[in-house]
């Protein structure tokens, strides 16, 4: 059997301010974008990750509101269009609090080839499932783009609830549940919503509870529901992945393994295996 | 008995649900339409309110939108007149250092007292660095922060308002909905000491009035003043709480710091006319 092609579904362009080595905007000119790329793909390659979908990160300022959101996508169309065999996806966003006046850039992403839409609603000032987010997914269903929804431990607009809630309201999209795997209140919290509605897949960024956890989540959804992601912003330089080990480490089997480190992001984001 | 009411949003105006449940700030030459056709605010003689915008608005516009937004307040308050005696305005963090000018234009040009921050609904940190720039101009500009810290909210968690404040010594903060849960309050009985210059308000008041007695022991008297949190269609709502303190167990000159004297002192407000503070 062919080697496993590891495919990272959680990386972001940008950085959180504030926060050491991040980078302080969302929008990159040519030469940022080279000088990220190089570090990023550095860092792939050290991880042993062949491909990944690239989203914003969602810190990112914005006095000139929907303006500063578009600059932000474009940044993310130029960056994978620097290497879209290593980049195939790449995931937008737009702000809840712009109203409906954010379908028209889940439109222009469309059009622009996006293959989702990313959020991270403590960041963003609306909960998961506010009115909005109810009519920004029904349009990007329409559209069959792929939800990115964080739900990163105690950040209450973004707790899993919610994020079951929405996804109960659209049952045959898919919708992609990331960050929870970083607390155990989060992480059963996750398990549960995705027992209850079949439609949500679960990430397993900043996974700090070990195999023994990853092993608790493909027994309660399934190998084929389960996916990686690493969480890496713009020029940061990890040396190992713990995500990856732990599914090196659970004593999975190939096909769940494949399943896990790319089969179900390609799958779910229609990219070739 | 005199109530001052510190935390009081006005509503959507004609439109009580909005847009999906967000304000969309009309333009400006609809100002005046907007605010006669939104409900009066029939206020008790003896209240007086802090007004403040609704917390969630479209922002499509970036700063833009947050400045019409500042202009509809001073609408709305010219409106009330004399029942709002004390206006604050908002910045939103994730405009960065380009709102700056506009904390400048609400103390100058707008006659705002305050600043109002909402940071579950900035989608940013109380604690994130561009609050330190924006509360050391907002008190070099003569505003007075207000903060919201809603128990549970990661974004405006007590410990992240407590880091902001004790940047700013100097500067009375005014922390409105932390006594909204009964573990945050313990919080606040554990550590006095903590960013002694926050003033907390009742809003949201876990366990009753009773539960002031122990905080103005502890943290004293001069640190709590009366919050509603309710917006300005819900008068009602805001005269029973008062009136739950007024008919509380709680000494009378607490009682009178709580409802009135405390914030009087905060904005520099005047006894009403007619009526003993």
Same mark, same amino acid.
């Given at each position: 059997m062919s080697a496993i092609r590891i495919f990272d579904n959680h990386q972001h362009v940008g950085g959180i301010p504030g926060v050491p080595g991040h980078h302080p905007s969302g929008v990159l000119d040519a030469a940022q974008i080279e000088m990220d790329y190089g570090v990023r793909v550095g860092v792939m390659r050290a991880l042993g990750? %062949?491909?990944?979908?690239?989203?914003?990160?969602?810190? *990112?300022?914005?006095?000139? =509101?929907?303006?500063?959101?578009?600059?932000?996508?474009?940044?993310?169309?130029? *960056?994978?269009?620097?290497?879209?065999?290593?980049?195939? @996806?790449?995931?937008?966003?737009? %702000?809840?609090? *712009?109203?409906?006046?954010?379908?028209a850039e889940i439109d222009r992403m469309h059009e622009l080839g996006f293959q989702g839409v990313s959020w991270h609603h403590r960041q963003e000032g609306l909960a998961i499932d506010h009115p909005v987010m109810h009519a920004f997914i029904e349009r990007m269903q329409q559209r069959g783009m792929l939800p990115f929804i964080h739900c990163f431990p105690d950040g209450d607009f973004e707790a899993v609830w919610r994020l079951r809630h929405l996804a109960e309201a659209f049952p045959d999209m898919p919708f992609l549940c990331m960050d929870t795997a970083a607390h155990p209140e989060a992480f059963e919290e996750a398990l549960r919503a995705g027992e209850a509605a079949p439609n949500i897949?679960?990430?397993?960024?900043?996974?700090?509870?070990?195999?023994?956890?990853?092993?608790?989540?493909?027994?309660?959804?399934? #190998?084929?529901?389960?996916? /990686?992601?690493?969480n890496l912003y713009s020029l940061q330089r990890p040396n190992h992945c713990k995500e990856i080990d732990a599914v090196q480490q659970a004593g999975f089997s190939e096909a769940e393994r494949r399943d896990i480190l790319g089969g179900n992001a390609r799958r779910l984001l229609k990219l070739a295996e | 008995?005199?109530? +001052?009411?510190?935390?009081?949003? +006005?509503? +959507?105006?004609?439109?009580?649900? =909005?847009?999906?449940?967000?304000?969309? !700030?009309?333009?400006?030459s609809d100002f005046a339409g907007w605010v006669k056709s939104s409900p009066d605010v029939p206020l008790a003689a003896d209240s007086r309110v802090a007004l403040q915008p609704p917390a969630y608005y479209v922002l499509t516009q970036g700063l833009e939108d947050t400045r019409r937004l500042n202009d509809l307040t001073r609408a709305v308050a010219d409106a009330l007149g004399a029942r709002a005696p004390v206006v604050l305005g908002t910045v939103e963090p994730h405009h960065g250092e380009e709102a700056l000018a506009e904390i400048d234009r609400m103390a100058r040009e707008l006659r705002f007292a305050g600043i109002a921050w909402r940071h579950r609904a900035h989608g940013t940190f109380v604690d994130g660095p561009i609050m330190s720039k924006y509360v050391a101009r907002a008190a070099d500009r003569g505003l007075v922060p207000l903060l919201h810290g809603m128990p549970r909210s990661g974004n405006e968690a007590l410990w992240r308002v407590w880091r902001l404040a004790e940047q700013f010594p100097s500067v009375p903060i005014v922390v409105v909905?932390?006594?909204?849960? &009964?573990?945050?309050?313990? @919080?606040?009985? @554990?550590e006095p000491g903590r960013a002694k210059n926050v003033v907390y308000d009742t809003s949201g008041?876990?366990?009753? $009035?009773?539960?002031?007695?122990?905080?103005? %022991?502890?943290? =004293?008297? %001069?640190?709590? !003043?009366? =919050?509603?949190?309710?917006?300005c269609d819900e008068p009602l709502t805001a005269a029973q709480l008062a009136g739950d303190i007024a008919r #509380? #167990? /709680?000494? @009378?000159?607490?009682?009178?710091?709580?409802? &009135?004297?405390?914030?009087?002192?905060?904005?520099?407000?005047? $006894?009403?006319?007619?009526?003993?503070?």
């Open positions: 990750i %062949e491909q990944a979908a690239l989203m914003p990160g969602h810190s *990112y300022p914005r006095p000139k =509101g929907l303006a500063d959101t578009r600059a932000v996508n474009d940044t993310l169309l130029a *960056y994978q269009k620097r290497d879209p065999a290593r980049f195939p @996806a790449v995931i937008g966003t737009v %702000e809840p609090r *712009y109203g409906l006046d954010g379908l897949h679960v990430d397993i960024t900043s996974l700090g509870l070990g195999p023994d956890w990853l092993r608790r989540m493909v027994a309660a959804l399934g #190998s084929r529901r389960v996916i /990686l992601g690493t | 008995m005199n109530v +001052f009411d510190i935390h009081r949003h +006005f509503a +959507f105006g004609p439109e009580p649900s =909005g847009e999906l449940g967000l304000l969309r !700030v009309p333009q400006r909905g932390a006594l909204a849960s &009964w573990d945050q309050t313990q @919080a606040i009985l @554990a008041l876990a366990n009753g $009035p009773d539960a002031l007695l122990p905080l103005a %022991e502890r943290l =004293g008297p %001069e640190r709590l !003043v009366f =919050g509603s949190g309710a917006h #509380s #167990s /709680l000494p @009378a000159p607490l009682q009178r710091a709580i409802l &009135w004297d405390n914030a009087a002192r905060l904005f520099s407000l005047a $006894p009403l006319e007619g009526k003993r503070p």
